[in-house]
Nanobody, 126 residues
Framework: VQLQASGGGWVQAGGSLRLSCAAS????????MGWFRQAPGKEREFVAA????????YYGDSVKGRFTISRDYAKNAVYLEMNSLKPEDTAVYYC????????????????????WGQGTLVTVSS
């Protein structure tokens, strides 16, 4: 199973980026897919997650109103549209996927996800 994240890069504050994550080797039709990020010297932080059957979307407090998560079930992919980017959004962004459903109150927890992508770096300059 592979999760291939792409779309990171450098952008000025206030700009936008769109991250993509394509899954291969397994189809994630029932479980959630999400995004986490980790900045240098900081712990991994939940960004957003989206399941099926009205499970989400859910966002971390620091990105609410600026980021939008979406999924294409036909393509087995998850996306993260990031707007109004701030320097504090600078981090390596990881996509994650889980086999099977999970209670919605746990979708922000990294340990419930079974598979992780390699990460894509987002740098926001002031």
């Amino acid at each position: 199973v592979q999760l291939q994240a792409s779309g990171g890069g450098w952008v000025q504050a206030g700009g936008s980026l769109r991250l993509s994550c394509a899954a291969s080797g397994r189809t994630f039709n029932s479980g959630p897919m999400g995004w986490f990020r980790q900045a240098p010297g900081k712990e991994r932080e939940f960004v957003a997650a989206l399941g099926r059957w009205s499970a989400g979307p859910y966002y971390g407090d620091s990105v609410k109103g600026r980021f939008t998560i979406s999924r294409d079930y036909a393509k087995n992919a998850v996306y993260l549209e990031m707007n109004s980017l701030k320097p504090e959004d600078t981090a390596v962004y990881y996509c994650a996927a889980r086999d099977g459903r999970v209670i919605v109150s746990a979708m922000h927890r990294a340990e419930v996800y079974d598979y992780w992508g390699q990460g894509t770096l987002v740098t926001v300059s002031s």
